[in-house]
């Protein structure tokens, strides 16, 4: 069940590149040039692809460490290095069940080609609906102002409820238990069930993050039950009565999910990081306004009842980049412009390649992801006139409103590791801190028309701000030689 919107589009059947060369190409800088909508299926029906529940299975599964498996081989290919290496860890269920990595390699250096006991039979959607998403730009470091054919759109399934249906072939984990032997787990008929009794408690604790755009509060989801089911063999009434092979294994015996301890692996548990400041407005807020009507006058523009996720990525970026600079750390790129995929920044928030970097470049995903916030308050609607410049009063037909947040609304920033990503080190925790320490001293503002008057937030009366370690400086990454920071 998802609890945030998921996006999870199809952006080959939506032909993007076609669509951006015609945008840059025709000069239409206010035009959306990347819309990507929900993926399909053939009958135009909304689909979750299994792929992306299967990956996010994969990785939560790698978590659990096998008690005293043998050690595996990869080889170890980082976006930012040209050398690949050789590393060793230890088997986890992930190993055991959903078949070798792609990285992993045997004695030789060859490519280990496990097959996978795990399978996603199917994933259907049995419930969501579909969103056209919310347009979203790029802000320039240096006018404060929006990038031109920097606007883009991705649509978002909301309230969705998937059904997953996992099988495990027997014969397959009981032929990888063989070949690993007594250096990984017990074999046999007892060592089958083992490892499938740690499966089900490791799905009960699952979180899963599904799609794209998990670090600006989309993809979170819940499980919202689990139900297994033996078929080994099925009855001959069961294969006679069943018309589909969906419905033959979901008319298989159902038992209860095994709880109590884990059998034959132990969970890394690590501590997961995170903020959660109160905040309050101080002047009206207005975020991604939207053009409506109030029947008197038509320019009229609403703000929207959440802060999205990418807002908060876009002023922390945007912020800690300026600091980093002021402190001396020259090595910082300018994300607005492109993204190194070297630096503190694209190490924290995240980074995707430029048109101009070498191919096998594909970026990274940010330490941090950053929830929408949902806004609490009354509403209040401005009007604004500009002036004329050569009368000095109000300028004919240019009357507009803006519907904003009251002062005194209330909102909650949340700011966390990302799942499957290394921990977030110190000097990025109090990198983050400064950032809201200049949010609360009303330095920078939040949303639209943060230089007249909207945006000053200030943290609440029980908020509290997170302490800086003296030091934090020190232990920040450089990158010497590095050609960042410039455009």
């Not at 690993?180 to 604790?205: C, E, M, N, Y």
């Not at 409103?401 to 590791?417: D, F, S």
């Not at 000053?456 to 800086?468: F, Q, S, Y």
């Amino acid at each position: 069940m998802a609890v945030e919107p998921l996006t999870v589009g199809d952006p080959v059947g939506a032909d993007i590149l076609d669509r951006i060369s015609r945008v840059l190409s025709e000069k239409h800088p206010d035009e959306v040039a990347v819309d990507i909508p929900v993926a399909q299926d053939p009958f135009d029906q909304p689909i979750v692809r299994g792929t992306s529940i299967f990956g996010a299975l994969r990785a939560h599964l790698a978590d659990y460490r096998l008690l005293a498996a043998r050690e595996l081989r990869f080889r170890s290919i980082s976006s930012t290095e040209p050398v690949a290496r050789t590393t060793k860890r230890q088997a986890t269920l992930a190993d055991l069940l959903c078949g070798s990595d792609p990285e992993e390699i045997d004695g030789t250096g060859a490519r280990m080609l496990r097959p996978s006991a795990l399978r996603l039979v199917s994933s259907q959607l049995t419930a969501g609906e579909v969103s056209d998403g919310m347009a979203r730009t790029a802000i320039s470091r240096e006018r404060g102002a929006a990038e031109p054919n920097k606007l883009f759109r991705r649509g978002q399934l909301l309230g969705a409820t998937i059904e997953v249906l996992l099988q495990i072939d027997l014969a397959i984990l009981d032929a990888v238990l063989s070949e690993w032997g007594t250096a990984a787990v017990t074999t046999g008929p007892t060592a089958a069930r083992q490892v499938i009794d740690d499966l089900s408690r490791a799905l009960g604790a699952w979180k899963p993050f599904i799609g794209g755009q998990t670090c600006v509060g989309s993809g979170r989801c819940q499980i919202a039950g689990i139900t297994l089911r033996w078929a080994d063999p099925l009855p001959i009434q069961q294969l006679l009565s069943s018309s589909d092979t969906l419905g033959l294994l979901r008319s298989a015996t159902r038992q209860p999910v095994p709880v109590g301890e884990l059998q034959l692996s132990t969970r890394s548990q690590g501590e997961r990081w995170s903020i959660d400041v109160p905040l309050k407005c101080v002047d009206p807020l207005l975020v991604s306004p939207v053009a409506s009507s109030d029947g008197t006058h038509d320019n009229l523009a609403t703000t929207l009842d959440i802060v999205p996720g990418s807002s908060w990525r876009g002023l922390f970026r945007a912020r800690a980049e300026y600091i980093l600079r002021s402190c001396g750390v020259a090595e910082v790129c300018e994300s607005s412009v492109g993204t190194c995929g070297r630096c503190a920044t694209c190490e924290l928030f995240g980074w995707v390649p430029r048109p101009t970097d070498p191919a096998g470049r594909a970026g990274a995903q940010g330490l941090i992801r950053f929830s929408d916030s949902v806004v609490e308050g009354s509403p209040i609607t401005l009007s604004h006139a500009p002036i004329d410049r050569f009368t000095g009063g109000a300028a004919d037909a240019k009357f507009f409103k803006r519907k904003a947040w009251a002062p005194g609304a209330q909102l909650t920033m949340v700011v966390e590791q990302t799942p499957g990503r290394p921990p977030v080190p110190a000097w990025a925790r109090a990198l983050l801190s400064l950032v809201l320490r200049d949010i609360d001293a009303g330095l920078i503002g939040l949303g639209n028309s943060t230089t007249r008057g909207y945006g000053t937030l200030k943290v609440a009366d029980h908020g509290v701000l997170p302490a800086i370690p003296a030091g934090w400086l020190g232990g920040v990454p450089r990158v010497e030689g590095a050609e960042v920071g410039q455009r």
